[in-house]
């Protein structure tokens, strides 16, 4: 009677495996640690925080250098009125005057134009400029009143020829010699380039003079002669004409 009562028991229950409980996991396999891959992370940050720096240490690492604020002709200095200081990054490879050398280049001569509002670089300047193909400079003495007040380095300019003859023995003259004086007031050359004129003392003053004022122009190579030879018959004189900055 009892082997029937647990066989009866035993087919009431089901078939179905019997599941864990709840509260029980299943083990999982141990989570591979990558090494490498950790060490390449660690080294790209490094790497950027490296590059990081050096651009903000590149960029405080400035230099106060020589800009030029007006267009300077060949055979031109540079001096106080016609530069300025800006602030560049330092580069090595590029030959930048420093603020604190200004009073040494202005000894120099520019070797060709410069334009105004770029940085000086030692390459622009020499002991001696070049004059470019097809032009010549002259040098001139001019007594007041034979150039414009305020002429400076870099001014266009017009050369006229003018008559030296007093006339003041001759007044009463025909009328053929007025008009031949009057012929000989003619142009030399209509656009010339002051290359050269003293500075203003390093104070600003306008040129006032009793004596001649040198000036060095930039003419076509065919009216340097002309022009030359009116230079030293004292019968030159010196216009302003446009194409000047400021004018």
Same mark, same amino acid.
């Given at each position: 009677m009892k082997i029937q009562e647990r066989t009866g028991a035993g087919a009431g229950r089901s078939a179905v495996p019997a599941q864990p409980s709840v509260g029980d996991r299943l083990p999982t396999p141990p989570r591979e640690r990558k090494p490498a891959l950790a060490a390449l992370a660690v080294l790209l940050i490094l790497v950027g925080a490296l590059g990081a720096t050096m651009l903000v240490l590149q960029a405080g690492d400035r230099i106060e250098v020589v800009k030029v604020t007006q267009a300077i002709p060949a055979g031109g200095s540079v001096n106080s009125s016609n530069t300025s200081s800006v602030m560049v990054a330092k580069d090595d490879s590029i030959h930048y005057v420093e603020y604190s050398q200004l009073k040494q280049l202005e000894k120099l001569k520019a070797v060709n134009p410069i334009p105004a509002g770029v940085v000086a670089v030692g390459e622009m300047f020499g002991s001696e400029a070049g004059v470019a193909a097809g032009k010549a400079t002259v040098g001139l003495s001019l007594k007041a009143g034979q150039y414009p007040t305020g002429i400076k380095q870099g001014d266009t300019v017009a050369a006229y020829r003018v008559s030296s003859a007093s006339g003041s023995s001759n007044s009463n003259s025909n009328s053929n010699s007025n008009s031949s004086s009057a012929s000989s007031n003619s142009v030399i050359a209509d656009s010339a380039r002051v290359s050269?004129?003293?500075?203003?003392?390093? #104070? @600003? $003053?306008?040129?006032? @003079? #009793?004596?001649?004022?040198?000036?060095?122009?930039?003419? $076509? #190579? $065919?009216?340097?002669?002309?022009?030359?030879q009116a230079a030293s018959n004292g019968e030159v004189a010196l216009v302003k004409v446009p194409g000047n900055s400021g004018n």
């Open positions: 050269y004129v003293p500075g203003p003392k390093d #104070s @600003g $003053d306008e040129i006032v @003079g #009793s004596t001649n004022l040198a000036v060095t122009l930039t003419v $076509d #190579s $065919d009216k340097a002669a002309d022009l030359a």
